[in-house]
């Protein structure tokens, strides 16, 4: 099925959800630059047509909706329809396994294609209230990972709006409502969601490793939001309790956030330490991407330390994985400084090299990341040098 036959589907359900006939929804659009009459809305539906930002953006009015949850509706649809996936002969707890394992191997896209499939599996067989939760934790928890925050932020709050969630359950999606927030910068609502979870679970009645992804997420949100001492407190935290727990995978995660903070801190020592730690960690459970933001931050203490030949190493190395595994960020920061340790070294021409490189990823990674911002700057001041010597 392809990507806008589904994308459709979810705009029906959407309106239906509504309880909106296609006469009154495509009413709801009028006024709006590009308003969608009743005949396009319904080949919309029927996935026979691809809409406009402005269609989207007056059909999201109408349904109440933020635009980008319709834009990443489309978009993260087109990605699914590459995905092959098949559940035959697969009990619905054998599928949250699958999904799970997916998830945990940061195989997010795989991952997502599974959980969509419980949807329609619902309509032919009985799926336990548990597994259907859990599945639905997932399928946010992949949107969150494929960047599509605002529909991760949607489909969190309806989440909790679930009757009869148990208190981990409710302490895992206000931690997923906590995480899309962060993402979208609206940090006093992250806090907000955190501290909910926070209040649950001093109930007593949560499990173990919620409380620990929750004091990491935490420590994730405070970084996120410029509050590194904040941060590394809450990772240590988070450490401790996902040690205690046996929990060798997440306890490395959180010991490479725990290096952000530390390198924000200044505290470039005490990072290198843990970074040779959960480097060791990452490549014996031979998780690729955690090896890659290993020794990508390993890299930035290093340049940050001087030690320019350990971070061009340590950089390229990363580089190798990024390009592996799909990883424009890290592939983003890692070029950056291997242009700056280019041009520290006098060898302009690499550097350049690094910079035309740096300007195709720049559209894939968070505008607002000091190596963006730093490139943004360079791209500007780069074009007014142009127009100047062109006016002359």
Not at 66 to 72: A, C, D, F, R, W
Not at 79 to 98: M, Q, T
Not at 188 to 208: N, P
Not at 313 to 331: C, D, F, K
């Amino acid at each position: 099925m392809s990507g806008l036959v589904r994308a459709g589907q979810a705009l029906r359900e959407l309106r239906e959800r509504r309880r909106l006939t296609l006469e009154a929804a495509a009413s709801l659009t009028a006024g709006y630059r590009e308003p969608l009459n009743k005949s396009y809305l319904h080949r919309l539906e029927a996935g026979q047509v691809s809409p406009s930002v402005s269609r989207l953006s007056a059909l999201a009015s109408a349904y109440g909706v933020p635009t980008p949850v319709l834009v990443e509706l489309f978009d993260t649809e087109e990605r699914l329809a590459a995905v092959d996936v098949s559940v035959a002969g697969a009990s619905p707890r054998e599928l949250l396994d699958r999904v799970v394992e997916l998830i945990a191997s940061s195989h997010y896209l795989e991952a997502l294609a599974l959980a969509r499939e419980f949807s329609a599996w619902k309509e032919q067989q009985e799926i336990p209230g548990d597994v259907q939760v859990r599945l639905l934790q997932c399928r946010v928890d992949c949107l969150l990972h494929l960047g599509a925050h605002e529909s991760a932020k949607s489909e969190a709050l309806r989440l909790l709006e679930r009757p009869g969630l148990t208190p981990t359950a409710r302490v895992n999606v206000l931690s997923l409502a906590a995480a899309a927030c962060s993402s979208l910068k609206l940090f006093t609502a992250a806090f907000a969601f955190l501290d909910q979870a926070d209040a649950i679970s001093k109930s007593g009645d949560v499990e173990s490793r919620a409380m620990a992804c929750l004091k990491a997420l935490r420590g994730l949100t405070s970084e996120h939001a410029g509050h590194h001492e904040r941060a590394a407190d809450a990772f240590g935290e988070a450490i401790r309790d996902f040690d205690s727990l046996s929990d060798t995978l997440e306890a490395c995660r959180a010991r490479i956030n725990l290096t952000s903070a530390l390198i924000s801190l200044g505290r470039l020592d005490e990072a290198t330490s843990h970074l040779q730690s959960a480097l060791a960690a990452a490549q014996s459970s031979r998780h690729l991407r955690l090896v890659c933001l290993a020794l990508s931050n390993l890299a930035l203490t290093r340049f940050q330390q001087g030690g320019l030949a350990d971070a061009r190493t340590a950089a390229q190395r990363s580089n190798e994985l990024a390009r592996e595994i799909g990883y424009p960020e890290v592939m983003f920061r890692n070029t950056f400084y291997l242009a700056e340790i280019a041009r520290r070294s006098g060898d302009e021409m690499l550097a350049l090299t690094y910079e035309r490189a740096l300007r195709r990823l720049y559209n894939d990674v968070d505008p607002d990341s000091p190596e963006a911002a730093t490139v943004r700057k360079r791209m500007v001041d780069g074009e007014a040098r142009e127009t100047k010597g062109g006016g002359e």
